[in-house]
């Protein structure tokens, strides 16, 4: 049995088409161009290549992007400041400041003085809260990117509905693995929440219809672990040796083992090229949602 791939990238490119749309409709009825301000401050390199994906396919979608970049001796104060500012600016729709900050500064100050209204990476408590309590608010961006990418896996059986499914959450984090699990309970899924303290992971994998892999640890989650037919979401981005390419040279692998899953699930994601693409694709959703939002107007479909 080989699974069916989910391919993640041509998920995103339909739901930036959709984002799209929506923009270029607000522009025409509406007559504004919904903004997403990108802060990043510092010069890691990895937050470099995000941001400027991040500006560059805002602006294909027809959004205006407003950047700035700040040196990382910036102080807290002043990057508070900014994102005030930003706050007030009647033109900025979604405000994201690029993490990992520099170890300086409080990165938890800086996402509570952000408007949760314009909150787009959805970490402002507020928006936090709101998935707790199964209500509307801004979801952060890759645990919105899971669930679309398991509703697509299931489209043909159940029309995507996940009601009743097991799902396995591996990993807990405030950045994916609770959002996940959260949101798969908000879609009716039975979730159990796996962490490096569970006992019997593999059997608790085994369990599991739907397994979203989010550790950090390469090819952990191997194919003997899974149900046959599961579905697998790995989000794991993991940069390994790769002397098969040469001397010195890596690649990408996800959390899980993706030669003998691939065997024994029902459908994957690949690494890289699933849950990636639909981390910015989901930003870019939720700057049209923000702005809708903070207007009083319907998503145009
Ligand atoms: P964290 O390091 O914050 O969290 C890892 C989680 O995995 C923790 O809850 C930890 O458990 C658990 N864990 C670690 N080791 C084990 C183990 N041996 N057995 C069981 N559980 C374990 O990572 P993130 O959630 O931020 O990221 C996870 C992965 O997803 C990374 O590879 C990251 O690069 C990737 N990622 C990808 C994104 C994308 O856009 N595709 C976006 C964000 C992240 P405990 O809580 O007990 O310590």
Not at 66 to 88: C, F, G, S, W, Y
Not at 104 to 121: G, Q, Y
Request: overall charge neutral.
């Amino acid at each position: 049995m080989s699974a069916t791939l989910i391919d993640g990238k041509a998920r995103a490119a339909r739901l930036r088409e959709t984002v799209a749309r929506a923009a270029e409709k607000l522009k025409h009825d509406e007559g504004f161009e919904p903004g997403l301000a990108v802060v990043l401050v510092g010069e890691d390199p990895a937050s470099q290549v995000y941001v400027a994906s991040k500006v560059r396919l805002t602006k294909e979608c027809g959004m205006r992007s407003i950047e700035h970049i700040l040196p990382t001796d910036t102080n807290q104060a002043d990057l508070v400041a900014l994102v005030e500012k930003l706050n007030a600016d009647p033109g900025v729709d979604g405000i994201l400041v690029q993490m990992p900050l520099p170890k300086h500064i409080d990165s938890d100050a800086v996402v509570l003085a952000i408007d949760p209204a314009k909150d787009v990476d959805g970490l402002h408590p507020v928006n936090a809260g709101r998935i707790v309590l199964g209500k509307p608010g801004l979801v952060p961006c890759t645990p919105q990117g899971c669930v679309i990418l398991a509703k697509e896996a299931f489209a043909d059986k159940t029309g995507g509905d996940l009601s009743g499914f097991d799902a396995l959450v591996l990993g807990r984090s405030i950045l994916v693995g609770k959002p996940v699990a959260l949101l798969l309970q908000n879609e009716n899924c039975t979730v159990t929440m796996a962490h490096s303290r569970t006992r019997d992971l593999e059997a608790a994998c085994r369990r599991a219809d739907i397994v979203i892999a989010a550790v950090g640890r390469p090819r952990m989650v191997k194919g003997d672990w899974l149900k046959p037919g599961a579905c697998v979401i790995d989000v794991g981005i993991n940069r390994v040796p790769a002397p098969e390419k040469g001397e010195g040279k890596t690649r990408l692998v996800g959390d899980v083992d993706f030669e003998t899953a691939v065997e024994v699930a029902g459908a994957i994601t690949p690494v890289p090229g699933g849950v990636g693409p639909m981390t910015i694709a989901c930003l870019l959703a939720n700057t049209i949602r923000a702005a809708c939002k903070r207007r009083g107007l319907a998503i145009p479909e």
